[in-house]
């Protein structure tokens, strides 16, 4: 049946990524394990655009995938930290970050949670952090995507890269709230 429905569908196609090859989970994708293919838009799978290929190169599959198989988000293991930096999932409320935010954009975290009232002691400095991937209310990610998985408007989890001390304190943020800045991590 799917078959019948792909072929029902014609003309217009898209490129994505497919393995060439069979891969193990926990292997880095290179461009030898990878071919472009054409399928119809708007299919509803999670595919991942040929034209964003270089995004993908470098980064672990998470399961063992077979020649042919469609490369999707969930397929990857995830951002992997560089030396000296960590990765933290930031469980972040609507209002606290902002709507456009997407993966590669750098931002500062500031622990609302610490707030002070009363002249009491003062909030910790924030962590600048790199975006990886942003999930929205429906918990798909979008890493690279340059969409808006945030803009729904609701909460978001959001991936981001830290030196290894800042990302510390990322993860036992009590309410973290993050501002989109210019320039490197």
């Not at 990878?34 to 599959?61: I, Y």
């Not at 933290?88 to 750098?106: D, F, M, N």
């Not at 510390?168 to 800045?181: K, M």
């Amino acid at each position: 049946m799917g078959f019948a429905w792909t072929a029902s569908q014609g003309g217009e196609r898209v490129a994505v990524l497919a393995l060439a090859r069979p891969m193990d989970a926990g292997q880095v994708l290179t461009g030898r394990d990878l071919v472009a293919v054409m399928v119809p838009p708007g299919t509803g799978l999670a595919v991942w655009p040929a034209a964003r290929e270089s995004e993908v190169l470098g980064q672990r599959v998470g399961q063992a995938l077979w020649p042919g198989a469609l490369l999707s988000r969930q397929a990857l293991a995830g951002p992997q930290p560089q030396a000296g930096s960590a990765v933290v999932a930031l469980s972040v409320k609507a209002g606290r970050y902002p709507q456009t935010l997407t993966a590669g954009q750098v931002v500062e975290v500031f622990d609302a949670g610490t707030g002070t009232s009363g002249g009491g002691a003062q909030p910790a400095s924030p962590v600048r952090a790199l975006v990886l991937a942003v999930s929205g209310d429906d918990g798909e990610y979008a890493p690279g995507s340059g969409g808006d998985a945030a803009g729904s408007g609701g909460s978001a989890v959001v991936l981001v890269r830290a030196d290894e001390q800042g990302a510390g304190r990322l993860a036992v943020a009590a309410d973290p709230a993050l501002v989109q800045v210019a320039g490197g991590e």
